[in-house]
């Protein structure tokens, strides 16, 4: 499947949010029926991205506890075109292509349980972290373009026979959104340099996306306040990161989300 999966031949998402669990795994409820001769899938999953074009989703259900444990996780691979499986699109603020799936009664293969038995919820924690880094690093992206289009639009921009930018309001807004975009760069690059190093940074990773999370809004905030009117029209390239600013906050959890982390990892 891999190989697949790199060469673009295969396409695959993640099922993962309930309507009731956002993306904390201890609230999963959706169980999966069988065992040896297969699993039976009943429920609902929300806001799984591209299932419209996905071949297969990674399904995450709750475990029946192995060995008299507690109940772990079950990652099943579901062949989207299966009996069963229905697709409805979400509207989303930014575009993004998120759909509600409903399985009834859908059918899966013993094979297609990963790993062949449950996983511990810190294994995909883990998964969901490194992708809350690679969010954090694309936002860090976005926040840097918007910044670039407020300094140029302030030195262009003529009001009172002087450009918007001379005045004080106006450096102070792009003097804030500097400090805020290099705040949320220092705290991504360094989760990334601790990540790459083997370093656990669990706390560090959930810091930097809950920071950049709301650094992206007031940046975009304010670049649309220095914009004016311009910053809020369709064929503008501003409202567009606002937007995505919006989207990402809320993505593999938001600040409020987030902070929990961190205070759970410094042991309260």
């Known amino acids: 499947m891999l190989p697949a999966v790199a060469s673009g031949e295969s396409r695959g998402t993640l099922a993962l949010i309930e309507p009731q669990s956002g993306y904390e795994l201890s609230k999963i409820e959706m169980t999966s029926n069988g065992g040896a001769n297969g699993f039976f899938i009943e429920g609902v999953k929300l806001f799984v991205p591209d299932a419209h074009i996905a071949d297969w989703m990674v399904c995450v259900t709750r475990g029946k506890g192995e060995n008299g444990g507690d109940p772990g996780l079950e990652l099943l691979i579901i062949d989207t075109k299966s009996p069963g499986i229905s697709i409805t699109p979400l509207k989303t603020i930014s575009g993004d292509k998120l759909f509600e799936v409903k399985l009834d009664g859908v059918k899966v293969p013993a094979e297609n349980l990963l790993g062949g038995k449950e996983q511990s919820a ?16 694309e936002m860090v992206g976005g926040a840097q373009r918007v910044l670039e289009m407020a300094v140029d639009y302030a030195k262009q921009r003529v009001q009172f026979n002087r450009p918007i930018g001379s005045f004080q309001a106006i450096q102070h807004h792009c003097a ?17 340099w601790m990540q790459s190093e083997g370093i656990p940074c669990e706390k560090e990773i959930a810091m930097a996306k809950a920071f950049t999370s709301d650094a992206y809004i007031n940046i975009t905030t304010l670049g649309q306040q220095i914009h004016g009117g311009t910053g809020l029209i369709k064929e503008h390239d501003m409202q567009i990161y606002f937007r995505r600013a919006k989207a990402s906050a809320l993505s593999l959890g938001n600040a409020t989300f987030q902070r929990k982390m961190v205070a759970r990892q410094m042991g309260l």
Do not use: F, P
């Not at 294994?123 to 969010?135: P, T």
């Not at 804030?176 to 990334?192: K, P």
């Open 122 to 137: 810190g294994d995909l924690e883990r998964v969901l972290q490194q992708a809350s880094l690679a969010k954090c690093a």
């Open 176 to 192: 804030n959104m500097l400090i805020d975009l290099d705040c949320s760069r220092y705290l991504t690059y360094y989760a990334a």
